[in-house]
């Protein structure tokens, strides 16, 4: 986090960076909104690094020990405050989380998980606030109230969409948030608004963006090599073993080594393809790279990601598409999040995902409004949720099936 705030003093100047930093608090922040183009880039990570320290220090107060959960969320947090997150529209929906473990008896530490990943729902904080022709504080109280109303609703939410795709799509909360985001969209068009699709996408070449994610990738493939030695690189391997089905925490499963290599590996994967593809290094695809790096300790591998890439990979090609288009180039780093899939049925199961979720995915962010920035995780589940349907269906063809 530290590097971020230095990261984005260097790219700007201090003035600049903070500055824009406090205008991001009230800007849209719907998909996609990259605040590398909306505001800057040094706006854009000292965002990161301050949304980053109100998780990390959630989990301090909370005495939530480090696993591959609270590292996944930390990373995306970080990630997704790139292109949609900031402090003022995440808070009231962690608040939120922590008013419905307490009516129901929870401590905190046992939503703190739902309540990190939830701000994806931090948009529609940002939509009432910024969008719907409120002004000052009536506006901020409203998105204020809305966004705790999101938050006490998660928990719950939550729970049922475990269930309904098996573990098999590791943005859980991605889907949860979707499936609220869905009623809070048809609710504001019920009431006369029109929802813009906003594409804000930061083109401009820059050192800085292009090394970042790779620099990180090297940093935590040294840290595990040089704390884990030989053992991290068996860890490692072990790592590539498992499904990478909900909940496979590879710190607890193997080593905190073993997921840091796993996560470093991953983060150099993802940025080798961007620039395979000459595509953009911004906001959305860096806050990505993040995402799946912090996923590299919580399901996700190279030998469970690398055929649902491909099967989005080849969607992408077969219906015309480029793939350096923001859908697609979006949607080859995210679709990991179907990687369980594969890791458990196979290779051919993993390429149907990919091609699915392609499909998919470019319709689910209209449906719900944009507000849901794991719009991946939500059409992801859905893929999922039919894809084991069926295969539950197949294998049921020797027993009862009723």
């Not at 965002?47 to 939530?64: D, E, F, M, Q, R």
């Not at 990505?288 to 990601?305: D, P, Q």
Request: aromatic share 10%; charged share 10%.
């Amino acid at each position: 986090m530290f590097s971020f705030i230095i990261t984005g003093i260097v790219a700007d100047g201090a003035s600049k960076a903070f500055g824009g930093f406090l205008d991001l608090q009230f800007q849209p922040a719907r998909l996609i909104s990259d605040f590398m183009s909306t505001s800057s880039v040094g706006a854009s990570f000292i965002n990161a690094a301050v949304v980053g320290a109100i998780g990390l220090l959630l989990i301090v107060l909370s005495k939530v020990q480090l696993s591959g959960s609270t590292f996944a969320a930390i990373f995306t947090m970080m990630g997704f405050a790139l292109f949609g997150k900031t402090p003022v529209n995440i808070i009231p929906i962690i608040i939120g989380v922590y008013i419905s473990g307490r009516l129901v008896g929870k401590s905190f530490s046992e939503y703190i998980i739902i309540a990190l990943f939830g701000t994806a729902l931090g948009p529609l904080v940002s939509l009432i606030t910024c969008e719907l022709g409120l002004s000052g504080l009536s506006a901020i109280a409203v998105g204020t109230i809305a966004g705790i109303a999101a938050g006490f609703l998660l928990p719950a939410i939550a729970v049922a969409m475990l269930h309904f795709h098996q573990g098999y799509n590791l943005y859980n909360l991605g889907l949860s948030c979707g499936f609220f985001a869905l009623f809070a969209a048809a609710l504001i068009r019920a009431g006369g608004h029109t929802f813009e699709n906003l594409m804000l996408w930061h083109t401009e070449d820059s050192l800085i963006l292009t090394f970042l994610v790779p620099v990180l990738s090297l940093i935590l493939i040294l840290t595990g090599l040089l704390s884990g030695g030989r053992k991290s690189l068996k860890d490692l391997l072990a790592i590539q073993k498992h499904s990478g089905r909900l909940p496979s925490d590879f710190m607890d499963m193997e080593s905190m080594e073993g997921a840091l290599l796993n996560a470093g590996l991953i983060g150099l994967a993802g940025s080798l393809y961007i620039l395979l593809i000459g595509g953009d290094f911004n906001g959305p695809t860096i806050g990505g790279l993040l995402t799946i790096m912090g996923f590299g300790a919580f399901g996700t591998h190279l030998r469970n990601s690398w055929p649902v890439v491909l099967g989005v990979i080849i969607a992408t090609l077969l219906f015309g598409k480029s793939l350096t288009a923001p859908g697609a180039i979006l949607a080859a780093i995210f679709c990991t999040t179907l990687a369980p899939l594969a890791g458990a049925f196979g290779i051919l199961t993993g390429l149907i995902a990919g091609f699915i979720h392609l499909v998919l995915v470019h319709q689910t962010g209209t449906w719900q409004g944009g507000m849901n920035l794991y719009n991946n995780g939500f059409a992801g589940g859905l893929t999922a949720a039919f894809i084991v349907s069926v295969i539950a269906w197949y294998r049921s063809k020797d027993s009862d099936f009723k």
